[in-house]
Every structure is written in structure tokens, then in C-alpha cells.
């Protein structure tokens, strides 16, 4: 029961393809509390409602010019992830703090996130 009274970290998930991120969601889900969302009309409310240390956003089937409407609130956030060949707007990246090109390597992100939180708990 200890674990329980650790507040967990909150990672928000935009995805729209649930397979490339299972794996990930099934290795994290034990460290934080994962909540997955497949729009940004989602996205843009729990933002408002929620506080959240980390936002992976998978670019598929996302308009880059509505995410841009929203990107101004969870600058420093998020980790972008893109297929291959999409090009993401210079203006998204540079509010992002990672991007990975599919397909990603689950571990890396974990550990990626993993060095964010334990940076944090540093300072």
C-alpha cells in the first residue's frame, strides 16, 4: 500500500494509434498515473482541468494548425511523436522538449522521462 500514498506523476497520452503505444502505457503505468486521450478538443480540456508532468502528443491525424492553438499552454511539456516522413512546423518543435520519429523506442522515452522526473526532484 505504500506506493499508493506516493502521488504519482501524471503523463497525458494523445494517441490515435493505441498499438504503437502499449507497450509504453503497460511499462509506465506502475511509475505514473497515465491518462489517454485521442483528440485535441480532450487535449485542450485537461490542460485546463489538469496538471500534467509530461504530454506525449503522437502527431498522427493532428491538425498542426489547431495544435499550435493550444501549444502555448503546455510549453515544456511535451514529447512529440511523428511518422517518418511528416514534417512538423518549426513553431510546434521549439515548444516541445523531445521528438521521436516513429517508430519510437519505448525504453528510450521511458528513460527520457525518467531523467525529466528525477531532474525535478533535484532542484
Do not use: A, W
Not at 500534467?52 to 502527431?59: A, S
Not at 498542426?64 to 516522413?85: G, P
Not at 519505448?106 to 528513460?111: A, G, M
Amino acid at each position: 500500500y505504500v506506493q499508493d500514498n506516493i502521488k504519482k506523476e501524471k503523463i497525458l497520452l494523445l494517441n490515435n494509434d493505441p498499438l504503437s503505444f502499449i507497450d509504453f502505457v503497460i511499462k509506465i503505468k506502475d511509475s505514473y498515473d497515465v491518462k489517454q486521450i485521442n483528440s485535441l478538443l480532450e487535449l485542450s480540456k485537461e490542460i485546463k482541468d489538469n496538471k500534467y508532468f509530461i504530454i506525449v502528443v503522437d502527431m498522427d491525424k493532428i491538425s498542426q494548425i489547431d495544435f499550435k492553438r493550444i501549444i502555448n499552454n503546455i510549453y515544456n511539456k511535451v514529447i512529440l511523436i511523428s511518422s517518418e516522413n511528416e514534417i512538423i512546423e518549426q513553431e510546434i518543435i521549439n515548444t516541445t522538449i523531445k521528438q521521436l520519429k516513429k517508430p519510437f523506442d519505448t525504453n528510450k522515452l521511458i528513460s527520457y522521462i525518467s531523467s525529466i522526473k528525477d531532474t525535478n526532484e533535484k532542484v
